[in-house]
């Protein structure tokens, strides 16, 4: 059937009826009581009720014939995919009625669904609370399709040179949040996106990136003989100070070390999947000094190794922190303490000087294998050709303690002499 012209429909009349589009089947124009004006009806069978239905396409002639026609055949397209064109409409409708959540609505919701996700609940924390700090006051009252590129590079700018990390992070959980919104259709673009445009130029990562810091590893075997191998009954801090050392362990799991890990007989630590940071189980031999620690800490609690002195659980996280700024540990960065963590590069650098193979220090570090590849064929935690770097790095570090002839008990707070001075 040849498409209406528009000569037709200009001089159609109320008498004249209904006409058909002719370009898509069940559309036609009606006519008003007003000459060449009237209404688009398209009329289908609704695939999803089964029942027969008109739809109003647009009034003739602000919607002419061409555009009618593209209308009407949307609408096909959507009942060939099984969709009923007024329903969808509907549905659009009561969308646009909704309010769109404000900023900080949209970043606690996404909060909470990701927070499952996420391994370290000091991260989960940080993730929201960075955003109290420098988001919520300037846009947490904005709904999400109100927030333009400027304001975002109104949160950034106090801090995108001086904390340029800091900022980095934050602009990705603003564009996560957004990012959000956009896919609940709330807004209809990414502001931060743009926003580098609207600011200065940051220093590279390289620059910028601050390491923990680190002791160095020749200062370990003083560090120890001074501040470690002498410490009175109930002293944990120094204890667990000396065996994070000797086991190049994350503080975290340290702290968290339960006796059913340890194998006394084959002088293994077992760390379980859950407690560590790639979700794999990790084990760890134990030189001589690592088990002397462990038997001094025998009876302090039932299952915890380092069990918090007046609460039910762990020790804090601040333990060996606080410690490290008492003894004012010295480190590679200047006016800055050394870290727990710190003693893991210590470790790595001490590997690398002396000679060890760059895939025994990997391991006992316990770091996953980037290359998936490479991954896929590491079968073996190498346990047996680690166990004489650990007593090696065993020997280093408290070498300066048996220069002197003295280690230390750590259950009873009393020195043990070497065997030359016990026979004078």
């Known amino acids: 059937m040849a498409v209406i012209s528009e000569l037709k429909a200009r001089n159609l009349k109320l008498s004249d009826g ?12 009606h006519p008003s009581s007003v000459k060449g004006q009237g209404k688009w009806v398209f009329r289908y069978v609704s ?84 955003l109290e700090q420098y988001a919520f006051p300037e846009i947490g009252q904005m709904t999400l399709d109100q927030i333009q590129p400027a304001h975002i590079a109104n949160v950034l ?15 990705q959980r603003l564009h996560a949040v957004i990012a959000w919104g956009w896919a609940h259709g709330y807004c209809t673009s990414n502001p931060a996106d743009v926003v580098p445009h609207l600011l200065p130029q940051q220093p590279g990562k390289a620059v910028r990136v601050q390491h923990q810091p680190a002791m160095p590893w020749r200062d370990i075997p003083k560090f ?46 077992t760390i379980p999947a859950a407690r560590m940071k790639a979700k794999m189980p990790h084990r760890v031999p134990l030189a001589p000094r690592a088990l002397e620690i462990l038997r001094g800490q025998e009876g302090y609690h039932q299952s915890l190794v380092f069990p918090a002195p007046y609460a039910e659980g762990p020790l804090s996280d601040m333990v060996l922190t606080s410690f490290l700024r008492r003894v004012n540990a010295p480190s590679d960065v200047p006016d800055r303490c050394a870290t727990a963590h710190g003693f893991r590069s210590s470790f790595r650098d001490w590997c690398s000087e002396q000679g060890h193979p760059r ?25 047996d ?3 004489p770097m650990m007593n090696a790095w065993e020997s280093f570090v408290t070498s300066q303690t048996r220069e002197r002839g003295e280690t230390a008990n750590c259950a009873h707070g009393v020195q043990y002499r070497s065997e030359s001075e016990n026979s004078t």
């Open 18 to 29: 209904p006409i058909a589009h002719g370009g898509v089947t069940g559309l036609t124009l």
């Open 47 to 130: 695939p999803v009720t089964g029942k027969r239905r008109n739809a109003g396409v647009g009034s003739y002639p602000e919607i002419g014939i061409a555009e009618a026609g593209k209308r009407a055949l949307a609408m096909r397209e959507q009942l060939a995919a099984g969709d009923d064109p007024l329903q969808i409409k509907a549905q659009a409708a009561a969308k646009a009625h909704i309010r769109p959540p404000t900023f900080e609505e949209a970043a606690r919701i996404l909060h909470e669904e990701l927070c499952p996700g996420w391994k370290n609940p000091k991260h989960a924390q940080q993730w929201i609370n960075t």
């Open 157 to 171: 700018r106090p801090i995108w040179i001086g904390k340029a990390e800091t900022a980095s992070r934050i602009k």
């Open 224 to 269: 120890v003989a001074e501040h470690l191998w002498r410490r009175a009954r109930h002293d944990q801090s120094r204890a667990m100070l000396e065996l994070l050392i000797l086991t190049a362990c994350r503080s975290g799991e340290l702290r968290g070390m339960t006796w059913d890990e340890i194998d006394f007989d084959k002088a293994i630590w």
């Open 359 to 383: 895939d025994l220090a990997e391991r006992a570090l316990a770091h996953t294998v980037a290359n998936k590849v490479e991954a896929a064929y590491h079968r073996t935690d190498l346990l």
């Open 385 to 387: 050709q680690r166990r």
